[in-house]
């Protein structure tokens, strides 16, 4: 497969993890039509999260998908799983094959226009397979993707474009934060999945401990 130049073996980080950016991974066509086909048909909901003790409703909107409607709590708030729609799971198996790894669920994010972002965090949640790949997948505005070494400082920057995958994986959610930052120059929305590996969810149990 020809990733546009992009060469998804290179590792963007210096140490301490992996990064690949893969590029645009599908056809022009697709893209637009996974766009706006996921912009109509999911369920947004604005995010709630608890910061310092508050509960705050975040503008950017989001939605979460998994092997069965499981339910799980992080940042204070419990989220209830939808099962895969078929367009989802026609892009997990994409990105499975592309990757070599396994998901068994997927967090959307919608962002409305580029006053929306995500601060800095890791995604290192006790319900995620420790060091488990995330692969990600953006649709619409291509946005800035920012990671930083916690203990270095370092910083390291790619464009996310429309139909692109990024895969984050080793010790990255470890030594690295990560933030979408906010830029008043985008005028249009984006759509983000990231396909993650959730531990606890292979017995069917239905929650994740
Ligand atoms: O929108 C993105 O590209 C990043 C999303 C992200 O970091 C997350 O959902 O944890
Ligand atoms: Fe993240």
């Not at 546009?4 to 991974?25: Q, S």
């Not at 799980?72 to 094959?97: C, F, H, M, R």
């Not at 994010?109 to 290192?124: A, I, P, Q, V």
Request: charged share 25%; hydrophobic share 35%; aromatic share 10%.
């Amino acid at each position: 497969m020809d990733f546009f130049g992009n060469d998804p073996t290179t590792n963007l980080l210096p140490r301490d993890g992996t990064v690949n950016y893969f590029g645009p991974i599908l056809s022009v066509v697709d893209t637009r039509n996974h766009y706006e086909t996921l912009l109509r048909d999911i369920p947004w909901k604005h995010d709630e999260v608890v910061i310092y003790g508050r509960r705050i409703t975040t503008a950017r909107k989001v939605a979460w998908y998994g092997d069965s409607d499981f339910s799980y709590t992080y940042s204070g708030t419990t989220k209830q799983a939808l099962v895969w729609a078929p367009e989802l799971a026609a892009l997990k198996d994409l990105v499975e094959k592309l990757t070599g790894a396994v998901f068994n669920s997927c967090l959307l994010n919608l962002y409305h226009d580029g006053s929306e972002g995500m601060s800095w965090h890791s995604d290192d949640e006790k319900s995620l397979g420790k060091d488990s790949a995330i692969a990600s997948v953006s649709f619409g505005a291509a946005r800035e993707f920012r990671l930083k070494h916690k203990r270095t400082d370092e910083k390291v920057s790619v464009l996310l474009e429309s139909g692109s995958l990024l895969v984050m994986k080793d010790t990255t959610q470890t030594h690295w934060l990560h933030c979408i930052p906010k830029s008043a120059k985008i005028k249009t929305p984006r759509i983000n999945l990231t396909f993650r590996r959730m531990a606890g969810m292979d017995s069917h149990s239905g929650t994740i401990p």
